[in-house]
């Protein structure tokens, strides 16, 4: 078809713009009367002076020149517009110069917008879960419940005790990813990638004691449990050092399991409703809901099979994630090299100090405690893997598992790296889109992909999973302890093997609803989330030492674990709440707000550390010098060390002293005894104590001159 006049002459006049840039043409100045004059050819002292006349200064300039030639270049007056009037171009070009400054003048309007950009911290369009996201995640949330009603009412087992909290006898696969996914939370899909972005990889190192810990979980744990054929390991315990010690274990455990669980689905949900919108209250009734009722009414066969299904979900997010990355943030080189520029490649900093957040040291030799306390003495892993039919079936399952929550990590925190790509000229955090680090990950899905439908659904469905596993593996495991560990031992209640499902059913609805509880006590106080975090590896410390000083000390007896157990809990938590309260904050490395597509409010960025600064100053003299003591520096990463170190020095010598005092006062006793039965065999009688009564027929004699002897009195005396 024909181009319009307009047209043609608008890309005429557009290719003459361009022409006049690449041939030095002078600015022409967009005058009130929208008339583009051509200078004339004047002196330079003219021009000055012409120029220095001009007030105001001439408003921005667009350049443009003319084909035209008819005019004369001598004449200051003659203009483009009068030499072309009687042109039959005059209207066309009329039309093209009004569209040209029309568009000028929009791009100009539009570099004055760009200069008063909105605030980062009060964007005008924010993400949110669509129609499509929270259809997946009903979906997922459904079949859940579906898994825990045909278990709970379709499959006739379960009818006894040990096949409701065992599932007796399950097949290892499903097995497998159930202890997966019961050692991924939620809170480390979510603080992994944040760690990366904000620490650098010094934490990866993690994943290397993992894979310590197969051999003595298989070789010394394991093989035990399996022998004693034990539903609760802490059966164990009670048989090495009596009821007490199996008592204070289920103790321990039951209160780490019920504060950890309520954190573990918290913390995640306000990460979610932070960044993504979704309602925090929904999201955790959403997820007791579920959890309490399928491992509630189906077991533990119910809490591994839909294990199973939600470890999919979790590994199709994942994968999802790391492959949009590699297209939208950025290939692995790209990502590595970012990372290297900004220094967050680290992974050989052998520095001996306890107090350096991470390092090689306390990353290898902590971790191995942590995850050997989390392996081999937590009933909710133990508990699986006594599910299985054999103890070869056994370490199959734990070290499958073991190597697929190391995939997992090392997925998570090269999804840390990929977000820091993506975000290393624009920190959303200081630039004050996001308040905490934890929000990074769920910030990153729900507005780089924001475009791409289900991303996010499929994205919360697998943190939603993650804390499924976790809260559902939790109960189910209070559930056992409190019926074999409290009830049958520690109260000598009864349970027939025809009631110990539904008592357990009862437990795991209790506990369920109590964790639920203490959600929204725990919401109050927020200080407490990190702090409920620390003490959940320094419990699981005390009882790892527990196990430990009953597995490798024949010396160590009751008195000396139960009282040296008690005593490392209260250092170790007074250790672990002081460190809360000083609250050290590791030092970040730099970020970067240098080119924000939005104005970064450097009050507010501010606000986070002149509020500390305030509390600090307010705190006064008590709380600096608390934070001076070194004791209370000490990387988080050694609780679970000191804690299992210091049970089992403080159980042995107390077990010592204890032997000590009583081999002491068992000689004390057999040596008065002894010497008891010695005195009465020297002591010889130096009179005859023999009285004779001899009955005769003659009268008694009233008198007797010389008297008589009593020798009653005389034997009293001697």
Request: hydrophobic residues 45%.
């Amino acid at each position: 078809p024909e181009m319009s006049p307009p047209m043609a002459t608008l890309l005429k006049l557009l290719y003459l713009c361009a022409l006049a840039h690449t041939s030095n043409s002078v600015a022409l100045p967009d005058n009130s009367g929208q008339r583009y004059q051509q200078p004339p050819t004047i002196s330079p002292a003219i021009a000055d002076q012409r120029t220095f006349k001009q007030t105001p200064p001439p408003p921005p300039y667009l350049l443009v020149r003319s084909d035209n030639t008819a005019f004369a270049p001598t004449d200051p007056e003659l203009t483009i517009l009068d030499a072309t009037a009687n042109s039959a171009e005059k209207h066309s070009f009329d039309v093209a110069a009004q569209m040209l400054l029309q568009m000028y003048r929009e791009q100009m309007d539009g570099q004055l917008v760009a200069g008063e950009q909105e605030e980062c911290s009060n964007p005008s369009h924010k993400a949110a879960f669509s129609a499509y996201d929270y259809a997946i995640l009903l979906s997922m949330l459904i079949i859940s419940l579906g898994i825990g009603v045909f278990y709970g009412f379709f499959h006739k087992s379960g009818s006894s005790s040990e096949d409701f909290l065992l599932g007796s006898g399950m097949s290892i696969f499903p097995v497998t990813l159930s202890l997966t996914t019961s050692f991924i939370t939620a809170i480390e899909l979510l603080g992994n990638p944040s760690e990366m972005y904000l620490q650098g990889t010094q934490f990866v190192l993690i994943v290397i004691p993992m894979i310590m810990v197969i051999p003595v979980a298989v070789k010394i744990f394991y093989p035990i449990y399996f022998k004693m054929e034990l539903t609760s390991c802490y059966e164990y315990l009670g048989i090495r050092f009596g009821k007490e010690i199996r008592i204070l274990g289920a103790v321990l455990y039951v209160i780490q399991m019920c504060f950890y669980t309520a954190v573990a689905v918290l913390a995640p949900a306000i990460a979610l409703s932070k960044a993504t919108g979704l309602n925090t209250k929904v999201a955790v009734i959403l997820i007791y809901l579920v959890c309490v009722f399928y491992s509630s009414q189906g077991g533990m066969k119910a809490v591994v099979i839909a294990d199973t299904f939600q470890a999919a979900v979790l590994a199709v997010s994942l994968v999802l994630v790391v492959a949009l990355g590699s297209y939208y943030s950025g290939n692995a080189i790209e990502i590595f090299n970012t990372a290297a520029d900004h220094h967050r490649l680290e992974f050989f900093n052998f520095d001996v100090d306890p107090t350096t957040r991470h390092t090689v040291w306390s990353v290898v030799i902590g971790g191995f405690f942590y995850w050997t306390s989390l392996f081999c003495t937590n009933q909710a892993s133990v508990q699986k893997c006594m599910s299985l039919k054999s103890l070869k079936l056994a370490k199959v399952a734990l070290g499958f598992a073991i190597l697929g929550l190391v995939i997992v990590f090392l997925m998570n925190f090269y999804t840390g790296l990929m977000i820091f790509n993506h975000y290393a000229d624009c920190d959303p955090l200081t630039a004050g889109r996001i308040t905490a680090s934890d929000q990074l990950l769920p910030f990153y899905i729900i507005s780089t992909y924001e475009h791409i439908y289900t991303i996010a659904g499929i994205f919360v469905a697998g943190i939603f999973a993650a804390s499924l596993g976790t809260v559902a593996s939790a109960l189910n495991s209070l559930s056992a302890v409190t019926c074999e560990d409290l009830l049958v031992n520690g109260m000598n209640i009864k349970i027939t093997p025809d009631k110990g499902a539904l008592y357990a059913k009862w437990m795991s609805l209790g506990y369920g609803i109590f964790s639920f509880g203490l959600v929204f006590i725990v919401e109050k106080l927020g200080g407490v989330l990190q702090a409920t975090l620390t003490l959940n590896g320094l419990i699981g410390g005390v009882t790892l030492g527990l196990f430990v000083l009953g597995i490798a000390f024949k010396r160590a007896n009751t008195k000396g674990a139960f009282y040296g157990g008690l005593l490392s809990l209260v250092i170790v938590i007074f250790i672990g709440v002081m460190a809360q309260i000083v609250n050290v904050e590791p030092v970040e490395l730099p970020l970067s707000v240098a080119h924000c597509d939005c104005k970064v409010n450097e009050t507010s960025a501010l606000l986070p550390t002149m509020g500390d600064t305030l509390m600090m100053v307010e705190t006064g003299f008590s709380l600096t010098s608390l934070s001076s003591w070194p004791i209370f520096k000490l990387s988080y990463m050694w609780y679970s060390m000191i804690g299992c170190l210091l049970t089992i020095f403080l159980g042995f010598v107390i077990s010592i002293i204890v032997s000590a005092v009583q081999r002491h006062n068992v000689l004390k006793i057999s040596a008065a005894r002894e010497e008891n039965e010695y005195n009465k065999s020297e002591l010889q009688p130096q009179f005859n104590t023999e009285i004779k009564v001899i009955a005769s027929t003659e009268p008694p004699l009233t008198e007797k001159p010389l008297g008589h002897v009593n020798h009653a009195i005389r034997l009293d005396d001697e």
